[in-house]
Every structure is written in C-alpha cells, then in structure tokens.
C-alpha cells in the first residue's frame, strides 16, 4: 500500500514561499487545481482565480503532454521537459515534477506539480540550446540551427516520427541522437542503420531480424535492429534508397505497430521511436513514384531541415575552433591564420562540416603545432591567387625542413604504413622513399 501523505493548502504556500519562482500547484484526485503558487502566476501568466478548481485544465496549451498541469497516480518522480504556453501565448520551456499523493486507504488523492523554467535548472545537462555553445555535440550561431535546437527540445517530449532532411555530413545523425538524447528514451538503445549501405536483399532481414532457417545461409538467428532498438530509438539513415517492396512492410509497422521476423511465427511490438534521414527531397521522390505518398506522411511528421555549411559560411570560423579544440583533447589546440581562414570562408564544403573536420585535421597534423597557415591546407585551398603568393614567398629552405616533418607526421599518423602516409600526402611510393632518404 502507499503512503499516505496529506498535502494541505498551507504546506503547499510554505514549499511556494520556498521556490518563489517555480510554479507550484496541487490538484484534487480529479485533477481539478487546489493551490496555485504566486510564482505560478508568474511562471504561466495565469492569475489563480481563472484556475482555481478547473479540471484537465490547458490541454491546449501544453505542446507536448495532455494537460498541462495534471498528476496521475503512476508519476514518476523523475522530471519531465515540456512546452507550455502562457497566458499570452508565448512557449515556455519548463520541467515538471509532480508526486502523488493518496489516501490512508491507498487511494489516489490528487497530487504536487512543480514547475521550474527549464533554463534556470542548476542540474540541466548543458542541454538548454544556448547560442554558441554546443548543443549535444553540435556548434552553430546561425539562425536556422538555432531554430533546430529549439525543435529538438520540443520534438523530444514526444514519440513522433522525426524526418532529417540535409546534405551529407551536415549532422543528421547528430541530430537523431539529441533527440534520443533528450527524450524519455534516452538510457535505452540508440540504434543507427544506414539504409543505402546495405544490399537491399539483406536490408528486410537487418530490419526485422530472421529465424534460424529462415532462407539459405540463414544458420542463426538474428535480431534486427527494431528489436535492437526496443524501449529506445531507431535512426533510419538514407531512407530514400529502401525498395519500394520494403517501404510498404515498413508502413505496415508503422501502422500496426508490429513486426514478424523473417520466417518467424511470433509478432513482436515494435517499441520504438523512429527517426529518419536522407539528403533527398522526399516529395519529389514520392513524385516520381520511387517513394511511397503514404509511407512519406508517415515518417514526415515533425521535418527538421538542416542548412548546408555554404549557406551559414559564418558558422566556419566558430565551427573550427571547436572542431580543433575537441581533437586537442584539452591541450592547447593551434590558432588559424587569417589568410587560411578567408581560404575556409571562401570555400563551397560539398562535404559540409565532416568535410571540415577532416580538412581541419589535415591541417593541424601539416602545421606541426604551429599556427595553421594556408599552406598547411590540402591541394584544393591552394588553387586561387592569393594561395599561390602565399606558396611562392615560401622559402625553399623552410618548405624542405616543413616536407620532412610533414612526412613523418603523416608516417606516424598511419602507424608506420607508408602506402596509406604517401596516399594521405598526394605523393607516390617512391617520391616518399627518396624523400626520406634525403632527410636521413
Ligand atoms: N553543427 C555541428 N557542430 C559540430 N560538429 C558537427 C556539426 N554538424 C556536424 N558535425 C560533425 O560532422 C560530422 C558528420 O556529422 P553526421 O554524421 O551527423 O552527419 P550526417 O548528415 O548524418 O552525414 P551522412 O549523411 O553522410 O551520414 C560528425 O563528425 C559531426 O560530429
């Protein structure tokens, strides 16, 4: 049996005037409201006469829950992020913490809700997006990506199905892993699968998993990965290449929520939240027939479009000291000259921020320590006048001394394997032969 615990109007005002700027409330066992703290009134917008023994009140004004301000006699005590509205429509990001309470007969009685503005919290898990500060790993000041950050939060109080839309390497798997990150799911499997890396034979099979004998060569079972992923998330990269013959037995999951392995006898629940990915325009490929309409609307619930780096240019200087910082691992991470930063600016970054990465490690590894120059950057920076002053006013002497350590900087960097080094530094086999052999 539960405890019973007697929250009286009083006791509720004291815990108010002990968190005067959390809303604190309490509602009988027909969640109809029973207290509404001032801080209340401030938090929500809402004076306490208009509230005062309403019951369900403001489903409407709860983005991500059924009522805003309810306590059900299963709450957990743990808190929960939602956005709510105020009385003058504006969203408010809140966590709510509600306890139970029940009768000396073990009844449900009604309960607390807590409410405190979410960016306040001393124990946010730096999750709150803040402006140039990284959010779950990803680093803008762009307006759009700022407006994905907000739209994680929010999509995260939900199970709906995700669609991220954006070009390679702009962070859609990040993306899929904030909001796992974020949700209620998080502590569960994270499950990634990229749907155009694999045989579409053996795609079906990924999926939903296979019995033992199922096919030939099937000589054990296999768990698939929306089995992998139950309690947890599901990121479907690339969901644009899956054949049209599996899309229509995926629909079939979503729309019944169940599965059956490949050649299995049992159903199992598909206990999963599903979010998707592809660098295609969806519609169109629904246009022309090379994806189904209904699986699109499905899956196309909650869109989240990311901008390629060309289009937030400047994003690049902040992106790059970050990216430099988090290879320094905590050491000094090297500075970028102005030139090689105008060379970065200029550039169009089809592989868009995993591009940079690489190009940033390359160079890091090219200027050996020292500030990054233009000429620490691949082939392809030094392709414009201004490059080729810059290559031109280098000394020779400098440039031999710079080719030596460059060399073995990339040697050791491929543990020893001269076939990878020579293939990172553009070289042949031999030239990085003779090359050593005159340093020595
Ligand atoms: N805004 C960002 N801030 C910091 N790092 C980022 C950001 N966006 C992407 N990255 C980094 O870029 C790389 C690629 O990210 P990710 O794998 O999420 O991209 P993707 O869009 O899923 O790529 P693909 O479609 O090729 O699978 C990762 O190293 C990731 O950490």
Known sequence: MKHPIIMSTPLAAQIAQLMPDAAVITVNRDCSVQYWSPGAEKLLGFPAEDVMNQAGLYGEHCDSCQAAYEVTANDKPEGRILTLHTAGGQPRVVKKYTMPLFDTEGRFDGGIAVLIAYPSMPTVETAFPVPGKPYHGMISHDPLMQNVF?????VAQTDLPVLVRG???????????????ESA????AFVAINCAAL???ILESELFGHAKGAFTGAIRQHIGVFEQARGGTLFLDEIAEIPLDLQAKLLRVLETG???PLGGERRLIADVRIITATHRALREEAKSGRFRHDLLYRLRVIPIFLPPLRERRHDIPLLAKHLLQEQAHGAASPQINHEAMQQLMQYDWPGNVRELRNVLSYAWLMANNSVIELQHLPSEFMHTEAASHIQHTTSASKRRQWDVDEIQAVIARHHGNLTQAAQTLGISRTTLWRKLKNAG
């Open 150 to 154: 907000a739209m994680i939060s929010r």
């Open 167 to 181: 070009e390679s390497g702009t962070g859609k798997e990040l993306v899929a892993r904030a909001i796992h990150e």
């Open 185 to 188: 799911r998080k502590g569960q």
């Open 199 to 201: 045989n579409p034979n």
């Open 258 to 260: 169940e599965f059956t």
